[in-house]
């Protein structure tokens, strides 16, 4: 299965200010959410998370949005979220 076929549901927060985006696979859950940053100003960050389905969760922040990785594997993509996390990592 690639990034693109997976089925996301889109879930609005804060109002409507932000979006989460989640999809969950055999291998665990992948979200991805569009935020705004607590710096004020409207500024906003898209965060790509996975939990397995041990309970592990990885998380790269800094504009990373795994779904513009469309022809990637779920493999694939869930290695370059472990990669890629940079605020929450767990081996």
Do not use: H, P
Not at 23 to 52: P, Q
Not at 60 to 85: C, M, N, P, T, Y
């Amino acid at each position: 299965m690639l990034i693109k076929d997976l089925e996301w549901k889109e879930e609005k927060r804060c109002n409507g200010e932000d979006t989460l985006y989640t999809a969950y696979t055999d291998l665990g859950r992948i979200s991805v959410l569009d935020r705004i940053t607590g710096w004020g100003g409207g500024l906003r960050d898209i965060e790509t998370g996975f939990k397995d389905q041990n309970g592990r969760f990885w998380l790269a922040s800094g504009r990373f949005d795994i779904r513009r990785f469309s022809e990637l594997s779920l493999d694939e993509a869930v290695e370059l979220i472990k990669k890629e996390a940079n605020t929450c990592t767990c081996e």
